[in-house]
């Protein structure tokens, strides 16, 4: 049953949830918490952190854990190189990549919050984070926005003891030198721990881009055109995230988590275009130059209460304010050499949100953990945009006017984490959302909501008793929610095609789509991992996720649009089709003493090896090559 059908059988999912969570509250409250201690009866408890492996072994879900070990490991200076080396994770422009699938299909959390859009991994330097956390499918209690998995970065929480830390690095990239650092400033007073993190860096890049683009005019015929192009790319930024834990007992805690980041760019790009059959327009940007920069400011106040009886309750109230700012200069030529016109854009972003959210935990005798809670956000961007030719505007009545999208998403959830037998071992979850969306500019506001059900079940089966053999099974469902910015319904034109030419199906306008509804996806996971005793882990896995509504841009001829006086192709991004995606991933880690025949194992030598195979393909897309984008 799709969520539209479960809605129509419940007139109120997030209300069904809720009842849920009232009835499994009630079972808490009647459970009785163990007997105190005699006074008599002397205990002593001494405990050690889990490993990384150990961590893995025993969550309900199937996770991979990078320690602090780990991090520091390779002597990395931004996050980005720690990820490149995780199995099943790529990085594209600080942006991770789970199992394949694009960077909105994978969940980015630091400390369980979602990251702000715009934020590079890129701008994060290893000596703030504590572990990694890399989640195949989702849980009941985070976003269900976890197509691919979730990534969750964990900063490093306020230290016990005096910490002063400083480091400087030096690069040499794309003929010029660049430089970083970071350093750490932490202490404690009474109550009160703190540290004080501050990154500082600069990047820069080069590369030679050769595009060729082939296709049919219906009226000019084939078309064949190259473009060669030379692009430098250069910035830097910091990244400032102080962390306040004021510990006011064993069982009270309150945190408070500030992020401040600053990010610089700039992009210098020359293109020399040849046309190698047909005869349809060639206008490029011969020669553009932008620049801009991004910030953010960002604070999350965190309270945690433990109870005797083993139950827990967290907290959270968040806000965050981000803008982005962009200018860019470019010289227009016809392909022959001659000059058309001077293009200048200039354009800025601003987001506001707000979060909520609270999480109740407790034990039901030995066999049962139930946990509920709520998570509640609003969301606002507003973007405005100017683009001149020649001094002219190029969209009048489009140009300089703010446009404008609300999302509220409101969310209910409930899990049990079940110890069916000493062997088997399961995770039940629900989660229910709504998102209303308001989107606006010129012309009338548009309305859109969405509710999403998400059941969610994981089960595991130790093959042996010692627990070291673990075959891991799940059935889940996720989404995909729209950019806001795909929401908004401000054109903008191809500008190699004036507006009074008819531009050519590749090179279509764009326009949002204030209607767009949540990509819906059901997953099926099965894994099988086995643990060393000196550590080590192999793991041989495969999924399959089946994705409705795939949002995609869809090209049409639209014989009249306010921005051009002849017909125009124009792209939208619709919910278009079904498309799946399946994959087998493997993973072996460990000592040498332990992976090795006796006579080539060297001690004190770790070895890792990983490998992946993925394959998708999407509903109404001609073939072979209808595979999902990135």
Same mark, same amino acid.
């Given at each position: ?105 994978? /969940? ?20 703030? +984070? ?48 660049? /430089? ?57 930024? #910091?990244? #400032?995230?102080?962390? #306040? ?10 945190? /408070? ?7 610089? #760019?700039?992009?210098? &790009? ?18 553009? +130059? ?48 001659? *000059? ?19 999480? *109740? ?30 001094? $002219?505007?190029? $969209?009048?009545? *489009?140009?300089?006017?703010? *446009? ?10 409930? &899990? ?29 506001? +548009? ?27 799940? $059935? ?97 991004? @619709? ?20 992976? /090795?025949?006796?006579?080539?194992? @060297? ?14 393909? @999407? ?12």
């Amino acid at each position: 049953m799709n969520p539209v059908d479960a809605l129509r059988v419940c007139p109120s999912a997030l209300r069904c949830v809720a009842a849920a969570c009232a009835l499994l509250a009630l079972t808490s409250a009647r459970a009785q918490a163990p007997a105190p201690a005699p006074a008599d009866q002397k205990v002593e408890v001494s405990a050690q952190p889990l490993s990384d492996t150990e961590q893995r072994r025993r969550d309900p879900v199937a996770k991979t854990v990078v320690g602090r070990d780990e991090i520091e490991k390779y002597g990395d200076t931004n996050l980005s190189d720690v990820l490149k080396r995780l199995p099943g994770v790529n990085m594209s422009g600080g942006n991770p990549r789970l199992r394949g699938l694009g960077s909105g299909y994978t /969940l980015v959390l630091v400390n369980g919050e979602p990251a702000p859009p715009g934020f590079s991994l890129d701008n994060l330097s290893p000596s703030q +984070v504590e572990r990694i956390e890399i989640t195949r499918g989702p849980s009941a209690d985070q976003s269900a926005q976890a197509v691919a998995g979730t990534l969750n970065i964990i900063l490093r929480e306020a230290p016990r003891t005096r910490q002063r830390e400083l480091r400087v690095g030096t690069g040499y990239t794309a003929h010029r030198p660049t /430089l970083s650092g970071n350093g750490q400033w932490g202490d404690r007073e009474g109550a009160l721990s703190y540290t004080l993190p501050l990154s500082i860096y600069q990047w820069r890049g080069q590369r030679d881009v050769l595009t060729e683009r082939t296709w049919t005019d219906p009226t000019l015929g084939a078309q064949q055109l190259r473009t060669p192009s030379d692009e430098s790319f250069w910035g830097g930024g #910091f990244n #400032f995230s102080p962390r #306040f834990t004021w510990k006011f007992s064993e069982a009270d805690s309150l945190n /408070l988590q500030v992020f401040s980041q600053r990010h610089n #760019f700039n992009n210098r &790009q020359v293109s020399d275009p040849q046309r190698l059959q047909g005869t349809a327009l060639v206008s490029v940007d011969d020669l553009q +130059v932008n620049h801009g920069h991004w910030q953010m400011q960002r604070a999350n106040l965190q309270w945690q209460s433990k109870w005797s009886n083993g139950a827990r309750i967290d907290v959270k109230l968040g806000g965050q304010a981000s803008r982005s700012v962009f200018h860019a200069d470019s010289d227009v030529e016809d392909g022959l050499g001659n *000059f058309l016109l001077a293009r200048s854009t200039q354009g800025e972003n601003r987001e506001l949100s707000q979060t909520t959210g609270g999480k *109740f935990t407790k034990p039901l005798g030995d066999a049962h953990t139930l946990a509920l809670g709520w998570d509640v956000e609003h969301k606002r961007r507003r973007e405005s945009r100017t683009v001149l030719e020649n001094g $002219i505007e190029q $969209i009048a009545g *489009f140009d300089g006017q703010p *446009f404008d999208a609300d999302l509220v998403r409101t969310a209910l959830f409930v &899990q049990d984490e079940w110890e069916i037998a000493p062997r088997w071992s399961t995770y039940l979850g629900l989660r229910a959302e709504r998102i209303a969306i308001t989107s606006g500019g010129v012309g009338a506001e +548009v309305r859109n909501t969405s509710q999403v059900v998400t059941p969610i079940w994981h089960i595991n089966h130790k093959l042996t008793a010692a627990g070291r053999d673990l075959v891991r099974a799940s $059935i889940t469902r996720s989404y995909k929610a729209p950019e806001l910015n795909q929401l908004l319904a401000r054109p903008t034109r191809n500008g190699n095609y004036p507006a009074n030419v008819s531009n050519v199906e590749i090179s279509p306008d764009y326009v949002g789509n204030p209607a767009l509804k949540p990509e819906l996806a059901t997953g099926l996971d099965l894994a099988f991992e086995k643990y060393l005793p000196q550590g080590g882990v192999l793991s041989v896995g495969g999924f399959h996720r089946r994705i409705n509504g795939l949002i995609r841009g869809q090209v049409t001829l639209v014989p009249s649009v306010p921005w051009a006086s002849v017909p125009r192709y124009v792209s939208m991004p @619709v919910n278009l089709a079904q498309a799946r995606s399946t994959g087998i991933e493997t993973e072996l880690k460990g000592q040498a003493t332990e992976l /090795l025949p006796a006579g080539l194992a @060297v001690k004190g030598l770790s070895l890792r090896a990983s490998a992946s195979l993925y394959r998708s393909s @999407v509903d109404g897309l001609p073939g072979p090559d209808n595979r999902l984008e990135q």
